[in-house]
């Protein structure tokens, strides 16, 4: 079973929010996807759901052929918006 998990504000953001604002690796209907220092990011499209849309991120990310279901996972509010990073 994978565990959510959110990490306090850290150079980690800082990591992130400079890979996000890199060219994507996909798009999909709900998600631009980057690779990042810290995983693979879905950054959600749009004003984004009350909880983490985990399952349509999975769903979204095998159009991709991107196989997340056995990743750990957790998200982060971005300047760019919700960051759904996945890793291992």
């Known amino acids: 079973m994978t565990s959510t998990?959110?990490?306090p504000k850290s150079n980690s953001i800082n990591l992130l929010e400079?890979?996000?604002n890199q060219p994507p690796i996909g798009e999909t209907?709900?998600?631009?996807?980057?690779?990042t220092p810290l995983g693979?990011?879905?950054?959600?499209k749009g004003i984004p759901p009350?909880?983490?849309?985990?399952?349509?991120?999975?769903k979204e990310g095998e159009e991709l052929a991107i196989d997340l279901s056995r990743e750990e996972k957790e998200f982060h509010q971005t300047q760019k918006g919700l960051?759904?990073?996945?890793?291992s």
């Open 5 to 7: 998990t959110t990490r």
């Open 18 to 20: 400079e890979a996000l």
């Open 29 to 35: 209907n709900n998600f631009s996807w980057n690779a």
């Open 40 to 44: 693979i990011a879905a950054l959600y």
């Open 50 to 58: 009350s909880k983490p849309p985990y399952g349509q991120a999975i």
């Open 83 to 87: 960051a759904i990073i996945f890793y």
